[in-house]
């Protein structure tokens, strides 16, 4: 199914984990990708000498960075049809122990990075006339309170209200904007739990199909709201998290 044939991708946190999912799909879809990452070694990796991935190597969290990244983006292919805001990080630290380092950390990565690079590329497709499809990652923990990663959860909040005023801003220029919230899927930013029995077996208790979420379950839901098939939804955040809220 080539769903995405010819379209132009970005995706931040591109090198790993969601973003690296997101990139490989794609890529089967047909579409030509590129990928904003500090990671560059890994991107060049994972993705050196594909014709079809342009690696761009970029802190989101500057803000100049993205404002270059972007311009090379559309330098190399012209436009840019759909962004896959994804880049996130999480630092474990409870309130009372949060270093201001910590908490601007996560606040410059999980929403200055997101607000700068939507902003880029929805400039560009308002310039060129591109109907685009914006995504932006959220995260369950915007609205299920947990302990410990205390900058996270109300930086993921802030990325849900950022998706609402985009959709609506953007809606005048044919842009959709959408988030996906993912509960804890096996990547990198999950190993923590997952690698320490004691707390993967206390935590997969609240699971209610008692297990964690995989990369391929996100990616399903990322790329549906980037495609055609959610031509009439905006605005919205699609909790991809295996019930973990209900209890």
Same mark, same amino acid.
């Given at each position: ?64 960075? /993205?404002?270059? *990244? %972007? =311009?090379?983006? @559309?330098?190399?292919? #012209? ?9 996130? +990080? ?35 497709? /308002?310039?060129? *006339? %591109? =109907?685009?499809? @914006?995504?932006?990652? #959220? ?9 410990? +990663? ?43 739990? @997952? ?53």
């Amino acid at each position: 199914m080539l769903r995405f044939e010819n379209k132009i991708i970005l995706i931040t946190g591109g090198a790993n984990g969601l973003g690296r999912g997101m990139a490989q799909r794609y890529l089967t879809e047909g579409a030509k990708v590129a990928l904003f990452d500090i990671e560059a070694d890994t991107m060049e990796e994972v993705f050196g000498g594909n014709p079809d991935v342009l690696c761009v190597p970029c802190d989101v969290r500057d803000y100049d960075q /993205v404002q270059e *990244g %972007v =311009k090379k983006v @559309i330098e190399h292919y #012209g436009h840019i049809d759909i962004l896959m805001n994804n880049a996130g +990080i999480v630092h474990r630290q409870s309130f009372l122990d949060c270093t201001k380092e910590g908490w601007r950390d996560v606040m410059a990565t999980n929403l200055d990075g997101c607000f700068y690079v939507a902003q880029a590329v929805a400039r560009t497709m /308002v310039e060129k *006339g %591109v =109907k685009g499809n @914006i995504v932006n990652t #959220g995260s369950n923990s915007s609205r299920k309170t947990i302990t410990n +990663i205390t900058p996270y959860g109300p930086s993921k909040a802030a990325v849900k209200m950022l998706t609402q005023v985009m959709a609506l801003e953007l809606a005048q220029y044919g842009i959709h904007v959408n988030s996906v919230a993912p509960g804890t899927t096996k990547t990198r930013i999950a190993a923590g739990t @997952i690698n320490d029995p004691e707390r993967s077996a206390n935590f997969l208790k609240k699971m209610p199909f008692g297990r964690y979420g995989e990369i391929e379950e996100m990616v399903n839901v990322a790329l549906f709201l980037a495609s055609d098939e959610a031509s009439f939804i905006t605005g919205e955040t699609i909790y991809e998290e295996g019930g973990f809220s209900l209890p």
